[in-house]
């Protein structure tokens, strides 16, 4: 019942900047936590930020200090800011969340974001 739609990935030259966005649409009073993962070519899925439902935040170091995770509850939707771009960065990035009724994972379809010159 849940979906998740990112948006925003794109082309970017090494120290830009890009906003990705998650809208979730359905069941969303069924999701507390929502998360951004990225996955390189050949890596394993690898969790990049979090933020719970009163707004804690968690990052990977790689990106603390870059990168920001914010929601509005509001509206639905999170979205990771992400600043200084390196192009070890460069990767498919999804939205996560998790049904807290059924435990079901929901995943986006990912945006492709390339850091290159």
């Known amino acids: 019942q849940v979906q998740l739609v990112e948006s925003g990935g794109g082309l970017v030259q090494p120290g830009g900047s890009r906003r990705l966005s998650c809208a979730a649409s359905g069941s969303f009073f069924r999701i507390k936590n929502i998360d951004w993962y990225r996955q390189a070519p050949g890596e394993q899925r690898e969790l990049v930020a979090a933020i719970t439902g009163d707004g804690n935040t968690n990052y990977a170091d790689s990106v603390k200090g870059r990168f920001t995770i914010s929601r509005d509850n509001a509206k639905n939707s999170v979205s990771l800011q992400m600043n200084s771009l390196k192009p070890e960065d460069t990767a498919v990035y999804y939205c996560?969340?998790?049904?807290?009724?059924?435990?079901?994972?929901?995943w986006g379809q990912g945006t492709q974001v390339t850091v290159s010159s």
């Open positions: 996560h969340a998790v049904d807290i009724w059924t435990k079901y994972n929901y």
